[in-house]
């Protein structure tokens, strides 16, 4: 399938992503006579040019206030006018979804109602041809996916509206919530509240380790020369379409290895990270120096949870060190059905792929129920529960 792949080690803004957009072929005629349905254009005007930064070379766009025009409006007058537009309703439905992502994390952080919310930077003209030219662009592109890095957030402090304000903004960091970040990079703003608003409504995965044949890359170049290129990358991509019935979840392989720990208390360890909500565990037996027998201890979590078990890796364990791995896992879907049988009723898992159950297994701890209530084996019990399954 096709994909967009967001590349943002240097965040991402408004017009940084417009401008990438221009460069990976959307035509900025046919984008601004788009905008032009808004009914907006005495009050800006779109530029769009060359630049570089640290030798990479690339588009730049300069939304322009014209005026006195630069009014701050809100979520109400944002949607009245997106809705009056003539704008077709995929690309308004996905502006409009950008623009209440950024009312509800500033109606959060400042705790207000939504409606009562008053923008300001997002509010201005420039901000909302940003989000309805990304909405523009987003459908132009006809895209299967969008992929995206996690996002770097920058650091230090911005001033706005609102006053001084850390980096990440508020707003950010909770438009932001539950997709993979980066911090510190430079003690700058590298993503703004437009920018994560962009990719929370647009990007359906996050990766840092895509497989992908690239097609073509755009830059959208900052308006700023920082420390790092301040940069928008991005990719057209062709990668493997995934069946439909199959997940691919960003997660980290942790791992340690171990020589002072008796086998209780590795099994203590092996149970409490189960117990945390680890994906799996295993051990693995090894030889380390001197000759001495080991364990390697695996871990598989999720991106988000890397830290947590890293904590209790290092607490319930005696290892000084552990190596990190970013994977993927791809998972398939599962249902689960009730099989009567002579024995009682035992739930069977179903693994399903493009459509098929292609796997079926009895749940265990039924079947260990039965066995202990009929005093039975296991193997006993499995036998009974084939035999159910073929009648």
């Known amino acids: 399938m096709n994909i967009l ?23 900025p005629g046919d984008l601004t006579n788009e905008i ?39 979520l109400e007058d944002i949607e009245s006018i997106i809705t009056a537009s003539s704008l077709s309703t995929p690309v308004k439905e996905t502006s409009l979804a950008m623009f209440r992502r950024v009312a509800e994390a500033e109606a959060k952080v400042h705790n207000t109602a939504l409606h009562e919310v008053h923008f300001h930077e997002v509010g201005a003209i420039d901000s909302i041809v940003d989000i309805v030219g990304a909405a523009i662009c987003f459908h132009t592109l006809a895209l299967d996916a969008v992929w995206c890095s996690p996002v770097e957030m920058g650091g230090g402090f911005v001033t706005c509206a609102h006053g001084t304000l850390p980096v990440p903004a508020p707003a950010t960091v ?50 700023r020369d920082t420390d790092i290129p301040n940069v928008l990358r991005v990719h057209l991509a062709s990668v493997n379409k995934p069946s439909a019935n199959q997940k691919i979840i960003p997660a980290r392989l942790l791992q340690c290895n171990i020589d ?13 990270l189960l117990e945390a909500g680890a994906m799996d565990v295993h051990f693995t037996p090894i030889t380390m120096k001197k000759s001495r027998p ?48 002579p024995l009682g009723t035992v739930t069977m898992k179903n693994a399903i792929l493009d459509g098929k159950i292609i796997k079926t297994k009895p749940e265990f701890e039924d079947c260990r129920n039965l066995a202990h209530k009929h005093s039975i084996s296991l193997s006993e019990v499995s036998v009974i529960i084939g035999k159910e399954r073929k009648a």
């Open 36 to 74: 032009s349905k808004l009914d907006l254009d005495d009050e800006f005007s779109f530029e769009v040019t060359t630049d570089s930064r640290k030798g990479i070379h690339g588009t730049r766009v300069n939304v322009v206030p014209i005026g006195q025009h630069n009014a701050h409006r809100n």
């Open 294 to 341: 080991g364990t390697t201890v695996s871990l598989l979590c999720g991106v988000e949870h890397e830290e947590k078990f890293k904590s209790l890796l290092f607490r319930h364990t005696t290892t000084l060190g552990i190596k990190s791995i970013p994977l993927e896992k791809t998972e398939l879907d599962i249902s689960f059905e009730k099989l009567e049988t």
């Open 174 to 223: 909770e438009i932001l919530k539950g997709c993979p970040t980066t911090r510190g990079a430079v003690k700058k703003e590298t993503t703004t509240p437009t920018g994560a608003a962009i990719l929370a409504t647009l990007v359906d995965h996050f990766t840092d380790t895509p497989t992908m044949t690239v097609n073509k890359t755009g830059y959208g170049i900052g308006h």
């Open 260 to 272: 002072d720990m008796t086998g209780e208390m590795l099994g203590a360890a092996l149970d409490l």
């Open 5 to 27: 792949f967001y590349d943002c080690f240097s965040g991402i803004s408004g017009d940084m992503n417009l401008a990438a957009m221009i460069a990976l072929g959307v035509d």
